[in-house]
Nanobody, 119 residues
Framework: QVQLVETGGGLVQAGGSLRLTCTAS????????MGWYRQTPGKQREVVAT???????NYADAVQGRFSLSRDLAKNTMTMRMNSLKPEDTAVYYC?????????????WGQGTQVTVSS
């Protein structure tokens, strides 16, 4: 089993920045790709960005150029830097991990952290 814990959410004004960190523990050797999803009330959870073990990254169109991922394999952490935040980025952000290369259906989820962007 793998446990994922997110930190770093909060309230920020539009145009500001936040950093989210996900720390993995347990059988971390199982993990290939990690990523972030987000969800707002009444909507489906959507993928925001993913980073594979080899460093390959993918971003949703809505955050391309504003969000960036990094991963520290030694510390089992993944960090997402969110810049130029918009009110529409407001959501609960979930860390996810999969044993596969493609983040089709995560095997593990964090508990979520709230990000609120005020206008």
């Amino acid at each position: 089993q793998v446990q994922l814990v997110e930190t770093g959410g909060g309230l920020v004004q539009a145009g500001g920045s936040l950093r989210l960190t996900c720390t993995a523990s347990g059988n971390t050797f199982e993990i290939n790709t990690m990523g972030w999803y987000r969800q707002t009330p009444g909507k489906q959870r959507e993928v925001v960005a993913t980073i594979a073990l080899d460093g390959d990254q993918n971003y949703a169109d809505a955050v391309q150029g504003r969000f960036s991922l990094s991963r520290d394999l030694a510390k089992n952490t993944m960090t997402m830097r969110m810049n130029s935040l918009k009110p529409e980025d407001t959501a609960v952000y979930y860390c996810a991990a999969t044993r596969r290369i493609a983040m089709v259906s995560p095997d593990y989820w964090g508990q979520g952290t709230q990000v609120t962007v005020s206008s």
